[in-house]
């Protein structure tokens, strides 16, 4: 059991380039969301999806696009790569513990630094 | 003003020592709280959830005072191990029902010394 898994580790782009950031999770999760942590921010929502061939935007979404066309999987894709989404991008998927009680569980994270 | 609010620290506390953090949150919606543990160039890692009555797992004691909007992580007998960033997390339902708002703090960082 893997867990939530990320590939790549770090990535450096070029202003304008696009690249996707792959990940999966093998615990059977519906909900899987993207984050980006930032200095003296906290982590942010990107997009979010509560299920296969469902996905929706959070709190930061500009310059992102999602699909999730499997359970496992859910890429986040940079459409044209700017300084601003210089960060490091957390996956996570959830489950539900009851009593209103979620675990999250993240991936290893992305560094992604552009120039 | 930020959704949810930690003194970044760090604080620096001796092996042994009791430490306290406190979060503060601003959105009245917020209906559930956890703390996550975050290590150095790591992924967060739930460490509890908090419960209205306070909760307590081994070292660690989460309390919530909803009437103040702040909750609060107590760590006993620090270990050099527990040194780490925590980061306290509010989950509250949006109005249009079925997305939940999850908002981070920024982390209150821990340094426990030998």
């Known amino acids: 059991n893997a867990g939530v898994t990320q590939t790549p580790k770090f990535q450096v782009l070029k202003t304008g380039q696009s690249m996707t950031l792959q990940c999966a999770q093998d615990?059977?999760?519906?909900?899987m969301s993207w984050y980006r942590q930032d200095p003296g921010m906290g982590l942010r929502l990107i997009h979010y999806?509560?299920?296969?061939?469902?996905?929706d935007q959070g709190e930061v979404p500009n310059g992102y696009n999602v699909s999730r066309s499997t359970t496992e999987d859910f890429p986040l894709r940079l459409l044209s790569a700017a300084p601003s989404q210089t960060s490091v991008y957390f996956c996570?998927?959830?489950?539900?513990?009851?009593?209103?009680?979620?675990?999250?569980?993240f991936g290893p994270g992305t560094r992604l630094t552009v120039t | 003003r930020k959704e949810v609010e930690q003194d970044p620290g760090p604080f620096n506390v001796p092996e042994g020592a009791t430490v306290a953090f406190n979060c503060t949150y601003s959105?009245?919606?917020?209906?559930?709280f956890f703390w996550y543990r975050q290590d150095c160039r790591k992924e967060p890692k739930l460490l509890m959830s908090?419960?209205?009555s306070g909760n307590e797992d081994g070292r660690f004691t989460a309390q919530l005072n909803r009437a103040s909007q702040y909750i609060s992580l107590l760590i006993r007998d620090s270990k050099l191990s527990d040194s780490a960033t925590y980061l306290c997390v509010a989950r509250a339902r949006q109005h249009s029902g079925g997305y939940q708002k999850v908002t981070f703090g920024t982390g209150t960082k821990l340094q426990v010394i030998p």
């Open positions: 959105n009245s919606a917020s209906q559930s």
């Open positions: 999806s509560v299920g296969a061939g469902i996905t």
């Open positions: 996570a998927s959830r489950t539900y513990l009851g009593a209103g009680s979620y675990e999250q569980y």
């Open positions: 615990m059977n999760h519906e909900y």
């Open positions: 908090v419960y209205s």
